[in-house]
């Protein structure tokens, strides 16, 4: 199953390119491609990651059903794997029960290697489940959550299929149905996974170490604007339960802002945010960059 999902977005991605070569590309093609990779996006970021796992903030019944449809349509494993495995990687960051850390044994360039493509994706095609009882006992028991992971198959094909309708509707041709499916649909997934996948891979490797931790975890400042956020990815694992990522006023964090959007509507409450004495508490007395 992992072998598809990253096998059948990049054929997809370049049977877009071929198509690109041919038709070229439109407003329409570009809107779906931007408009499904900021919502699928979202999903990961402000559902899967910030709402699911560590559980930053409260909200109600329907947007936890719209992040985690959203975050399905992404193609990275059903809601309790994602879930799992995430937590399983912060009990264990960069020592060898981590899932995915790029940190592993050896020196050179060889071992970097290994270790970015262990990190990126070769994780994911030789991966030991979880114990689901040990590391999601809370989201076992929520019986929607259970049911949105049931139904993440058909989650898949409505992210496919969104884009392909509205392709055929805003151009009323069959070739629109077509271009939205390439663009909105398989490049806009090959796009989502690798800037996410990043998090595990380049922010464990290259950055800056603003904060104390006992793992090898980084800010990337490239990463964070691709991912809405998630680059700061110190800062993160310095304060796992903080809905905002992005601590300093210049750290953009598109995830937050919208998190913040959503408690100023009454749709998000409870947001957790670590203070100044907490920040002050964990601030590295050398910031490292590697």
Known sequence: MALIAIITPLLGSIAAFFWFGIHGINSVDLSLCLGMYA????????????????????????????????????????VLFWAASHRRHHQNSDRPDDPHSPNIDGQGIPILFNGFWHAHIGWMLNHNSENWVRYIPDLLRDKLIFRLNQWYFYWIFLGLLIPAILGGLLTWTWQGILSGLLWGGFLRIFLVHHTTWSINSICHLYGSRPYETKDESTNNFLCALLTFGEGWHNNHHAFPTSARHGLKWWQIDITYLVIYLLEKGGLVWNLKIPNSSMLEAKISKKVITS
């Not at 899967?48 to 992404?74: D, E, N, P, Y």
């Open 39 to 78: 919502i699928t996006t979202l999903g990961i970021t402000a559902g899967f990651h910030r709402l699911f796992t560590h559980r930053s903030f409260a909200t109600g019944k329907v947007m936890q059903i719209l992040l985690g449809i959203a975050g399905s349509m992404a193609v990275q494993g059903p």
